[in-house]
Antibody
Framework: QVQLVQSGAEVKEPGSSVKLSCKAS????????ITWVRQAPGQGLEWMGR????????NYTQKFQGRVSLTADKSTNTAYLELSSLRSDDTAVYYC?????????????WGQGTMVTVSS | DIQMTHSPSSLSASVGDRVTITCRAS??????LNWYQQKPGKAPKLLIY???SLQRGVPSRFSGSGSGTDFTLTISSLQPEDFATYFC?????????FGQGTRLEIK
């Protein structure tokens, strides 16, 4: 059974950066794609990007180009999302999720989410 | 970007009711459509993938249909644990996009 465990809540000032982690167990990162999705309070789901650790491929949605970086450490089975130049509207719960083995961009296992609050 | 539109945005129903939620894509997406259930404070849960395939472990009262631009999620007989928000998601092209959700409430 795959499990994704995310790092704890963060409070950041506007203009700073945050780096979130997503540790996988029950399988290795090398075998699938990790996607990051965020959800602002009371809002819907917003896809931010994906990383395929085995291939070193990263895709980002244009909205976050230049501000977001996805990385993966295969030795610790951990994926990371770093978001820079934080603004108040980046306040959200950030989820990592695994793509199904079919690679169809359906997300069958999710982390518990990390709340990021951006406030001065 | 492909826009995904739910209807209705909210719905009140009773235990035992049959419920249908609709999702429309702003352009053709074939059957690259997935459905999720989300409860307050929890991560989304995959229910249906590829428009009509039931995810392992999901009760058979959930079903999905559609292709092209119009899709439906049906719950054949509502159970108390089904009251939640439901999201559709297209995986046809980048960026991946989700609908705004349908909130299913107890009548």
């Amino acid at each position: 059974q795959v499990q994704l465990v995310q790092s704890g809540a963060e409070v950041k000032e506007p203009g700073s950066s945050v780096k979130l982690s997503c540790k996988a167990s029950g399988d290795t990162l090398n075998t699938y794609t990790i996607t990051w999705v965020r959800q602002a309070p009371g809002q819907g789901l917003e896809w931010m990007g994906r990383i395929i650790p085995m291939l070193g491929i990263k895709n980002y949605t244009q909205k976050f180009q230049g501000r977001v970086s996805l990385t993966a450490d295969k030795s610790t089975n951990t994926a990371y999302l770093e978001l820079s130049s934080l603004r108040s509207d980046d306040t959200a719960v950030y989820y990592c999720a695994r793509d199904t083995p079919a690679g169809s961009d359906a997300f069958d296992f999710w982390g518990q989410g990390t709340m990021v609050t951006v406030s001065s | 970007d492909i826009q995904m539109t739910h209807s209705p945005s909210s719905l009140s129903a009773s235990v035992g009711d049959r419920v249908t939620i609709t999702c429309r894509a702003s352009q053709f997406i074939g059957t690259y459509l997935n459905w999720y259930q989300q409860k307050p404070g929890k991560a989304p849960k995959l229910l249906i993938y590829a428009a009509s395939s039931l995810q392992r472990g999901v009760p058979s009262r959930f079903s999905g249909s559609g292709s092209g631009t119009d899709f439906t999620l049906t719950i054949s007989s509502l159970q108390p644990e089904d009251f939640a928000t439901y999201f559709c998601q297209q995986s046809y092209s980048n960026p991946i996009t989700f609908g705004q959700g349908t909130r299913l409430e107890i009548k």
